[in-house]
């Protein structure tokens, strides 16, 4: 695929934002760590003493930082060649969660980021060229059309079963809950994100977007969407483990990106079969990359545990495997715990 100035401008914004939004998890997580030993009251089960950790907040910052690239390279390239470089944050988190939180990464986990940036380049090289857009009202008339509309009510529908139906029962225990409801936001915030930077490139090029309402609406659905978005990526990364929450949820937040992007922008209603076809080809790549990090991950759990203690059932194992996706241990030490405490623990959830 031949880029274009503006496609090469958006690669490469997409590439440092994936940069700090991976380095992002590891500082914010580290914050939640420190918020929740001090205050005793985890972000996972609706604590909020991590806003006064000071690097939480460099951990935000540097997630803003990631956001604003990954903001103006959707201005300068289309979706589905933007969003598939966020493979580069779960390579950047993966590797700074091994040193930094001690987050040990199976071997064949590092073969699953290789497959999941394989998977990513493919997009990339059957990626459509964008459309021109000429004005904010014209975007606006995508996103009002039936398709993209029965699109947001389904999305709205099963961002409300998940937090009000699913989070209570099965939100601590379940990675996808927490990550579905990111990801199914995160798809709109991203149409939203299309527009309002489409809008203000044309603003820049004398083309003044800001006098008409369909911008700030544009704008309100971004504040609205990544507020949530933050918020439910807290409580996934205070609950489970950064390895398994940043692959998770980049298959779903740009399965769901590229879908939407396909119904709202057309992106390929100008590339022919086998561009497509090579396209979702990649998608698969990628697809089986974050299984392979994800079951690895468990593999690499299981014969640590089974090393150190005696062997559990399976439902035992499953609720023992729990809060942080780490097994049994206390937030910012290493030692294991000791066999009366695992005793005490078994007895606890039988």
Known sequence: ???????????????????????????????????????????????????????????????????????????????????????LSIIVSAILAQFILKEKLHKLGILGCVMCIAGSIIIVIHAPQERPISSVQEIWSMATQPAFLLYVGSVIVLVFILIFYFAPQCGH?????????????????????????????????????????????????????????????????????????????????????????????????????????????????VLSGTILLHVTKDLERSSSFRGNYMPLSPSLSARLCGGNGDFLKHDEEDEPYSEEACSRQQELYS
Do not use: H
């Not at 460099?58 to 589905?80: K, R």
């Open 173 to 285: 225990t379940n990675v996808l809950v927490f990550t579905g409801i990111c990801s199914l936001m995160g798809s709109l915030s991203v149409m939203s994100v299309k527009a309002l930077g489409t809008s203000l490139k044309l603003t820049f090029e004398g083309k003044n977007q800001l006098i008409y309402p369909e911008t700030w609406s544009f704008m309100f659905v971004v504040a609205t969407c990544v507020i949530t978005q933050m918020n439910y990526l807290n409580k996934a990364l205070d609950t489970f483990n950064t390895a398994i929450v940043s692959p998770i949820y980049y298959v779903m937040f740009t399965t769901l990106t590229i879908f939407a992007s396909v119904i709202m922008f057309k992106d390929w209603d100008n590339q022919d079969a086998g561009s497509i076809i090579s396209g979702i080809c990649g998608f698969v790549v």
């Open 1 to 87: 695929m031949g880029f274009s100035q503006d496609n090469l401008k958006g690669f490469v914004l997409a590439l440092l934002s994936s940069a700090f939004i991976g380095a992002s998890f590891i500082i914010k997580k580290k914050g939640l760590r420190r918020a929740a030993a001090a205050s005793g009251v985890r972000a996972g089960v609706g604590g909020y003493s991590y806003l006064l950790e000071p690097l939480w907040w460099l951990g935000m910052i540097t997630m803003i930082i990631g956001e604003v690239a990954n903001f103006v390279a959707y201005a300068f390239a289309p979706a589905v060649l933007v969003t598939p470089l966020g493979a």
